[in-house]
Structures are given as structure tokens and as C-alpha cells.
């Protein structure tokens, strides 16, 4: 299957720092790329749809300026968290289609953020 | 809005057991649904693509069904190992976004030896 790579794994970061987390298709190209985020014992929830080329479309309540996408490549997007709080612990995890299948979903392998 | 429940949310059974995991979702217009797998702290790994033409698929010991009309979806575990125990998700995408997910809450699997 396709291969979806995430970096890092885990992060640990103060408070009021800013963190990168990429998101790369390591054999194919994705013009669109999807980052969702899961709270622990909850479910995955829909954070922003990274474009290439173009400006990310965010979900309800998620803070732009906060949660900065950018997909400068047909192969990586990448997440930054800016002046993180410890509320935005959680796992963060990519996604990225790819046409050589039926609209499966591939994955990455997600990042475990904790802001002390 | 498109609503996912799974049920249960936690199940314990023994090695050897085929097992039933259920997903219900409140819109049938749906592009199609897939079975993930999470491991603690891990990544999804993708089990089953049901199309929204299809009625089921089948993998292995795996074998996921479709009913769009009743608005449920079941993922059948024959001969359950050890192994298969991990947190199961189903998820669902619309026909506007065919890569945009909405996920249920998950079912905690064990497999006691």
C-alpha cells in the first residue's frame, strides 16, 4: 500500500513554543493532505484539509493562526503548532489519498505532542 | 451532520472467539466506509474499504459488511488471536469529500489467551 510518513513520533515541547510536525507521501504525489487530532479515549476529529499551492481549508473551531498549514510540496504538508499550551497535548495524526486506489486512506504514523 | 457511534466501546474475550464489532452512522449518503486498526500510541492501519456499491469485503479472518439503508456497518473477527487485540475505528467519508473521515469513537478489543 501507499506509504504515509509522519515526523516525529513524539515531541515534548514548554509551553509557548512552537512545534513542526511534517507530513510526507514517500511513492506518491498528494495534492491534498488531511491532519486530524484525537484527545485521549475520543475519537479522530477533522482539524484542516492542507491544499498545495493554496491556502488550508480549516474545520469549525479550529484557530488558523494557531494550527499553520502548509503544503509547499506534492509531497509533504507540514503542521505547526504555534505558542502551544499544554491543552493542545494530544495525538496528531496525517492523512493523504492516493488515485492509484479506491479512495482509500492511508495514514501516517502520527505524532504524540506534550506541552509541559 | 454525519453522526459514528460504535458499540460497545470495550470488549474482553477469549482466544479462539469469533466476534462482532458494530458502526452505525446517521447519513447513508456516504462515499464509502473503511475499518482501521490503532494500536496504543500508534498510527491507523487500514483493515477494510467498503465502497458504498458494495454490501461487504473480506480479508483474511476479516470480514466487514455494509447496509447503507439501516445506516450500519459490522466488522466480523473469525478465530480471534491474541494479536488482534487493538482499538478498531470505522470511518466514514461523504460524497463531497470522498478523503475526509468522520470516525467513530472506537471499540477497544482484548483477546485473552
Known amino acids: 500500500g501507499a506509504v504515509v510518513s509522519q515526523h516525529p513520533s513524539r515531541v515534548i515541547c514548554k509551553s509557548g513554543t512552537s512545534v513542526k510536525i511534517e507530513c510526507r507521501s514517500l511513492?506518491?504525489?498528494?495534492?491534498?493532505m488531511f491532519w486530524y487530532r484525537q484527545f485521549p479515549k475520543q475519537s479522530l476529529m477533522l482539524m484542516a484539509t492542507?491544499?498545495?499551492?493554496?491556502?488550508?481549508?480549516?474545520e469549525q473551531g479550529v484557530e488558523k493562526d494557531k494550527f499553520l498549514i502548509n503544503h509547499a510540496s506534492l509531497t509533504l504538508s507540514t503542521l505547526t503548532v504555534t505558542s502551544a499550551h499544554p491543552e493542545d497535548s494530544s495525538f496528531y495524526i496525517c492523512?493523504?489519498?492516493?488515485?492509484?486506489?479506491?479512495?482509500?486512506?492511508?495514514f501516517g504514523q502520527g505524532t504524540r505532542l506534550t506541552v509541559v | 451532520k454525519q453522526e459514528v457511534t460504535q458499540i460497545p466501546a470495550a470488549l474482553s474475550v477469549p482466544e479462539g472467539e469469533n466476534l462482532v464489532l458494530n458502526c452505525s452512522f446517521t447519513?447513508?449518503?456516504?462515499?464509502?466506509l473503511q475499518w482501521f486498526r490503532q494500536d496504543p500510541g500508534k498510527g491507523l492501519t487500514s483493515l477494510l474499504l467498503?465502497?458504498?456499491?458494495?454490501r461487504e469485503q473480506t480479508s483474511g479472518r476479516l470480514n466487514a459488511s455494509l447496509d447503507k439503508s439501516s445506516g450500519r456497518s459490522t466488522l466480523y473477527i473469525a478465530a480471534s488471536q491474541p494479536g488482534d487485540s487493538a482499538t478498531y475505528l470505522c470511518?466514514?467519508?461523504?460524497?463531497?469529500?470522498?478523503?475526509?473521515?468522520?470516525f467513530g469513537q472506537g471499540t477497544r478489543l482484548t483477546i485473552n489467551p
Open positions: 492523512s493523504a489519498p492516493t488515485r492509484r486506489t479506491n479512495t482509500e486512506a492511508f
Open positions: 511513492d506518491f504525489q498528494a495534492t491534498t
Open positions: 492542507s491544499n498545495e499551492g493554496s491556502k488550508a481549508t480549516y
Open positions: 447519513d447513508s449518503a456516504i462515499y464509502n
Open positions: 467498503i465502497q458504498s456499491s458494495q
Open positions: 470511518a466514514l467519508s461523504d460524497l463531497q469529500g470522498a478523503q475526509k473521515l468522520v
